[in-house]
């Protein structure tokens, strides 16, 4: 078997981008990592993408490809909400390892704060809940993910200040990274008292909506070329799914995050403990908490104290989100996990200026999509 | 303003729907395993078996989980915040996600014995939840 490496990395202005569009950004987010991974358009034979908001379309990766002029040998759109950017990195790398492609060009993008109306990206993600047995309820993605955070803080003594101390070592790390999206800083009392959303969930528990696209290259180890940048290896992928809607979970204290690692981990020859930072799925400060403890980074009951004490702060025990996350760096769709990928390589190329942590040589990365529904991990190593 | 969301029944929920709008809330239970299933299903998710039968519910359950929403996901439930969301229990083992109604939403608590009732959305009744009736 081939190895897959990720040779480009590259994501656009992140925040409210008027002027900007689904297909531009999917655009700039491409034409990056392709120049960071020093190739050309030709080089690329495999394109995958993922959705989007304002553009939506039944066969989005062949509008791409029809808009940038690429004619690859492999094209597909894949969607599973949040999980979908680690899921097409996965793909990405099945398809050099099995020698379908030489570079595969994975790229995201949607312009979904300036390019909808007011409150038209809380609707349409609302509709992840079940036509007939959750919509009529009121559901929104927040208020599904509120269900889990009331059961896990009952069950396991989770407090709103833990929870909010997630979001404010979010919004340090984006107060490190020019790029972000909120650079403001907050405090966890400014947390418990923004504007409650879903009981226990705040405004500032919740992500950002933004504007932006990011993309990488997945390349053979043995495609050649020149090569600028640090190659980062793919070393293990892996994915855990148990539901869709939030009424059908087996579990609302264990979730596929937990297959998902496990799966990486094995097939990476690591385990939890070896991992030098992570950039982990937040779209709520509960999502990150409960796949901290799901995924084996912490015991039960332990990543919230943890936090609290400044574990996931860059210098912390398990610098996580070093970007500043969904919550404060942004949220775009798909691209919203990129970031977390695009973030992992930089941490690995030791190209994070301003925010790296010391000598990383493992990432550990994880995409959750519908209500902690469909969960993929990798774990990434300099080479 | 636009009205909040109206089940459509397809080939699945129809029976469902239909027992709803005489405030009857049915299951399916399977023939071939035991299994019982909400929501409705062509086949029994456990063993794939299409011999299913409907069972009507006590109407008795407990919250098992369950959130106060302050902001609405669309302008149709901005007249009802802030409003209970909650995954219900039903004492025949099935999760369902219902509002909880009739209550102070203070009151609502994990665990907490409610009933069935139902409410009307245009021609179609929804399942809903309350507090038990006291005596």
Do not use: W
């Given at each position: 078997m081939k190895k897959a490496i990720i040779t480009g990395a590259y994501d656009t202005d992140v925040g409210e981008l008027p002027g900007s569009s689904c297909m531009g950004l999917h655009a700039d987010a491409a034409l990056g990592a392709i120049a960071d991974a020093g190739l050309n358009k030709s080089d690329i034979d495999g394109v995958l993408c993922a959705y989007s908001f304002t553009e939506p379309h039944l066969m989005l990766s062949s509008v791409f490809c029809e808009y940038m002029g690429l004619q690859p040998k492999f094209n597909a759109a894949i969607v599973v909400g949040g999980a979908t950017a680690c899921i097409m990195v996965m793909q990405a790398a099945s398809?050099?390892?099995?020698?379908?492609?030489?570079n595969v060009l994975v790229v995201t993008g949607d312009n979904r704060l300036t390019g909808m109306a007011k409150g038209g990206a809380v609707a349409t993600l609302a509709k992840v809940g079940h036509g007939q047995f959750e919509h009529p309820y009121g559901m929104s993605v927040p208020a599904a993910y509120a269900l889990v955070a009331t059961h896990y803080m009952n069950e396991y003594g989770v407090t709103s200040e833990q929870l909010a101390s997630i979001s404010v070592t979010a919004r340090e790390h984006a107060?490190?990274?020019?790029k972000a999206h909120r650079q403001t800083p907050i405090t966890i009392e400014d947390v418990l008292n923004s504007r409650m959303i879903a009981s226990p969930l705040h405004v500032l528990d919740?992500?950002?909506i933004s504007d932006g696209g990011a993309a990488i290259v997945v390349s053979a180890a043995d495609s050649g070329g020149d090569r600028?940048?640090?190659?980062?290896?793919?070393?293990?992928t892996g994915q855990g799914h148990t539901h869709e809607h939030i009424m059908a979970a087996p579990s609302l204290s264990d979730f596929g995050c937990k297959q998902a690692a496990r799966t990486a981990f094995e097939r990476a020859g690591v385990t939890a403990k070896d991992i030098d930072v992570a950039e982990i799925y937040d779209s709520f400060t509960i999502?990150?908490?409960v796949e901290l403890e799901?995924?084996?980074f912490f015991e039960r009951g332990e990543a919230g104290p943890a936090c609290l004490d400044g574990a996931l702060k860059i210098g912390g025990r398990l610098p996580c989100n070093t970007h500043g996350g969904l919550m404060s760096y942004g949220h775009s769709g798909a691209a919203g996990g990129m970031f977390h990928v695009v973030e992992a390589v930089r941490q690995l190329r030791h190209e994070a200026e301003g925010r790296q942590v010391e000598d990383s040589q493992?990432?550990?990365?994880?995409?959750?999509?519908?209500i902690l529904s469909a969960h993929c991990s990798l774990v990434l190593g300099r080479v | 303003m636009t009205g909040k969301p109206v089940p459509v029944a397809n080939p699945d929920s129809a029976v469902f729907w239909e027992a709803c709008n005489e405030k009857r809330f049915l299951i399916q239970s399977c023939n071939s395993c035991g299994e019982k299933q909400f929501y409705p299903r062509a086949l029994c998710k456990s063993c794939h078996s299409k011999d299913l039968e409907w069972q009507e519910v006590s109407g008795r359950g407990k919250v098992k989980t369950f959130t106060v929403v302050n902001h609405a996901p669309s302008p149709a439930f901005k007249a009802d915040l802030p409003y209970v969301l909650a995954l219900i229990d039903l004492e025949e083992g099935v999760r369902a996600m219902m509002n909880i109604l009739d209550c102070d939403v203070a009151d609502v608590h994990i665990g907490m014995d409610v009933e069935?009732?139902?409410?009307?959305?245009?021609?179609?009744?929804?399942p809903q939840a309350k507090p038990v009736s006291k005596g």
């Open positions: 398809l050099v390892e099995s020698g379908q492609c030489r107060m490190m990274n020019s919740c992500c950002l600028p940048k640090t190659s980062i290896e793919i070393m293990g999502t990150l908490l799901s995924i084996g493992l990432a550990f990365v994880h995409g959750d999509g519908g | 069935l009732t139902f409410e009307r959305r245009g021609k179609q009744y929804i």
